[in-house]
């Protein structure tokens, strides 16, 4: 989940087929001008995280700002690295270096927003920066953050804020998982049973059921009386996921 919620990666248009390549530690293909060249090595940076592969990511990072030390979303793809690498302190440091940089960037202010729902005791701190994203007119994808925001929310045991949040990611994007799950689990919670097996039936259609959607989707035919529904989800979740901690619960017969 963390990587649905953290990564739109700041950065359009990386394709390894275009524009610029590695060959013998040189990129082909590029570009002279200062911001160009940093912009083209997060780009690169950007791929290289996507995959897994952090010392490339901080290679292509630090060659970035030699270019061009004030290119701000360089400075956040270092915040999301040193993030994976559980390197807080330099996360921090690089993304509030980045806001310095560019104050009202929406993808730099959810990313740090994001790192912030993963400090323990910083949750409140995070919905500022989700908000600050959202505010921005030219934010492309705002659904994120307000699912971003909602799942800090539950984090802190704030559900009436975390449903807002999901409702309103919803309205704008009906098919984002997250909050579609997450609603859900907080529908079941009120005994909104009908809701709640909307939402998470239309998340085991957009994506490959998980875990958590199996076992709620469980639950919901349970309390439902529709006992052949429950007996096959507990098929799926048993033949999928014969080890999470979801199977677990259901042969101890722990439904809630």
Not at 138 to 157: K, N, V
Not at 192 to 209: F, G, H, I, Q
């Amino acid at each position: 989940m963390k990587r649905v919620i953290l990564v739109f990666l700041l950065l359009a248009g990386c394709a390894m087929d275009e524009g610029p390549t590695r060959e013998s530690g040189q990129i082909v293909g590029e570009i002279g001008e200062p911001r160009n060249r940093a912009r083209l090595h997060t780009e690169l940076a950007a791929l290289y995280f996507g995959r897994g592969n952090m010392n490339v990511a901080l290679e292509e990072l630090r060659t970035a700002v030699r270019a061009d030390a004030n290119y701000a979303p360089a400075h956040s793809m270092f915040g999301l690295v040193y993030m994976e690498l559980k390197e807080s302190r330099l996360a921090e440091e690089s993304f509030e270096r980045a806001l310095r940089l560019s104050p009202n960037e929406p993808d730099i202010n959810h990313n740090f927003g994001w790192f912030l729902c993963q400090q323990a005791g910083r949750e409140p701190e995070s919905i500022r920066y989700f908000l600050q994203a959202i505010r921005n007119p030219l934010y492309t994808t705002p659904w994120r953050s307000y699912s971003a925001a909602g799942l800090c929310s539950m984090r802190i045991d704030k559900p009436k804020d975390a449903e807002e949040f999901f409702l309103r990611a919803l309205r704008q994007e009906p098919d984002e998982p997250i909050s579609l799950l997450q609603l859900g689990q907080i529908r079941y919670r009120q005994g909104s049973m009908d809701e709640a097996r909307k939402l998470v039936s239309r998340y085991n259609r957009l994506l490959t059921p998980s875990p958590e959607s199996l076992w709620l989707a469980l639950r919901i035919e349970r309390k439902l009386g529709q006992r052949a529904a429950e007996r096959n989800l507990a098929i799926e979740l048993r033949r999928r996921y014969p080890d999470s901690r979801e199977t677990q619960a259901l042969q101890r017969n722990e439904f809630d």
